[in-house]
């Protein structure tokens, strides 16, 4: 885990999603209860004029949600939320990105806000969203 960034404008580190592959979806499909047919059956994915099929919009907010937990402990997330703004499709390879818009105080507790957003290669956006997250030092544990 790297250290948080602090100052508006620091982005944290892109976390690069390998291809999309059937595979992955299928899984995703068991692990999230979301079957859709839409999202795994290549013929659903053509009656509704769409090329193939594409990933669950959950899909990509759950990469997001790494991304939070690459770079912060999950304890200092104060919030997080995204918009889904494009489908992405089988074999697309997104990105997640992260930036700090803003550094505040709010009661005790410093955070940070930012910015995130998953980008595909060809640089279409699919998802943005915003987190809030605690910079102050977790509280240590009791030893009981």
Same mark, same amino acid.
């Given at each position: 885990?790297? @250290?948080?960034? #602090?100052?508006?404008?620091?982005?944290? +580190?892109?976390?690069?999603?390998?291809?999309?592959?059937? $595979?992955? #979806?299928?899984? *995703?499909?068991? +692990? %999230?209860?979301?079957?859709?047919?839409?999202?795994?059956?290549?013929?659903?994915?053509?009656?509704?004029? &769409? %090329?193939?099929?594409? +990933?669950?919009?959950?899909?990509?907010?759950?990469?997001?949600?790494? #991304?939070?937990?690459?770079? *912060?402990?999950?304890?200092?997330?104060?919030? *997080?939320? !995204?918009? *889904?703004?494009?489908?992405?499709? !089988?074999?697309?390879?997104?990105?997640?990105?992260?930036?700090?818009? @803003?550094?505040?105080?709010?009661?005790?507790?410093?955070?940070?806000? &930012?910015? &995130?957003?998953? !980008? &595909? @290669?060809?640089? $279409?956006?699919? !998802?943005?969203? /915003? +987190?809030?997250?605690?910079? /102050? @030092?977790? /509280?240590?544990?009791?030893?009981?």
């Amino acid at each position: 885990m790297s @250290a948080p960034p #602090l100052e508006p404008g620091s982005r944290v +580190a892109d976390l690069e999603i390998p291809p999309i592959s059937r $595979t992955i #979806l299928a899984l *995703f499909a068991g +692990a %999230s209860g979301d079957h859709n047919p839409i999202h795994i059956d290549l013929d659903v994915a053509r009656s509704a004029g &769409l %090329s193939d099929v594409f +990933a669950h919009g959950m899909l990509s907010m759950a990469y997001l949600g790494r #991304l939070l937990t690459d770079n *912060f402990p999950v304890q200092q997330i104060r919030s *997080f939320s !995204v918009r *889904f703004t494009a489908i992405t499709p !089988v074999h697309g390879e997104p990105t997640c990105r992260g930036v700090v818009r @803003a550094v505040d105080r709010v009661g005790d507790e410093s955070t940070i806000a &930012l910015d &995130l957003g998953v !980008v &595909l @290669a060809d640089g $279409t956006p699919t !998802v943005s969203g /915003e +987190a809030v997250i605690s910079v /102050e @030092a977790p /509280e240590p544990r009791r030893q009981r």
